[in-house]
């Protein structure tokens, strides 16, 4: 009898805790979407220590923050954001190096480095955010977010490099049909790139970084 009680507690235990992080999760969300993205980094730093076996926590804490360091003036603010998105990144990657939606992130990260800094920042951040894509592409080249943030990435480089934009945009125009098509069953996972893909296409031969994801 004792064991079915503890089985029983365990069962509830989990049932409760699910529950929590479903309902934290979107409230945190939500404070995202209504623009208050300090609030809801810290929404989902507590849930992230909450529920360390869950990724997703940290994923919205690097995309939050990398986005947020994209729009910040101050150059303290700026460092000091990109290490909270990195510190959450790395936490997922050392657990899941393979994920490609964190290795965008870390791309996205790299990429606010460059445009914050290019003449600074090129040769350091440019060939890593180049690898990072490669790997993402050979991890899941069906992912939207993957082929829309590298052509984004390309895109922005063609305009230093010179050269040609027709196959990058070919792949911006292929990405529709990635995001119909791309399904997880997963909770809260990531369904963004509608606006960074409608942006890009809109200005096909050139493309700037300084959009809100």
Not at 69 to 85: G, H, M, P, R
Not at 116 to 123: A, I, T, W
Not at 130 to 156: C, D, T
Request: contains cysteine; charged residues 25%.
């Amino acid at each position: 009898m004792k064991i079915v009680l503890l089985l029983i507690n365990l069962f509830l235990a989990q049932v409760l805790g699910a529950q929590n992080y479903d309902v934290a999760m979107k409230n945190a969300l939500q404070t995202w979407q209504q623009d208050d993205t300090a609030e809801a980094s810290a929404k989902f730093e507590k849930i992230a220590a909450a529920h360390p076996e869950q990724w997703l926590p940290n994923y919205y804490i690097g995309l939050i923050n990398a986005t947020a360091a994209l729009n910040s003036t101050d150059q303290d603010s700026t460092t000091e954001i990109l290490n909270k998105a990195q510190e959450a990144i790395d936490s997922e990657l050392k657990k899941s190096p393979q994920n490609a939606e964190l290795l965008v992130i870390q791309a996205l990260i790299y990429t606010v480095y460059l445009a914050k800094e290019p003449m600074k920042n090129g040769q350091l951040y440019y060939p890593k955010v180049m690898e990072i894509y490669s790997k993402a592409i050979g991890i899941a080249p069906e992912n939207p977010r993957v082929v829309i943030e590298k052509a984004r990435f390309n895109l922005e480089s063609a305009k230093y490099t010179g050269g040609s934009t027709k196959s990058i945009c070919e792949d911006l125009q292929n990405a529709g049909k990635l995001l119909e098509d791309f399904k997880s069953d997963e909770p809260f996972y990531p369904d963004w790139g509608k606006n960074q893909l409608k942006k890009a296409l809109t200005k096909c031969n050139y493309s700037s970084f300084d959009t809100k994801v």
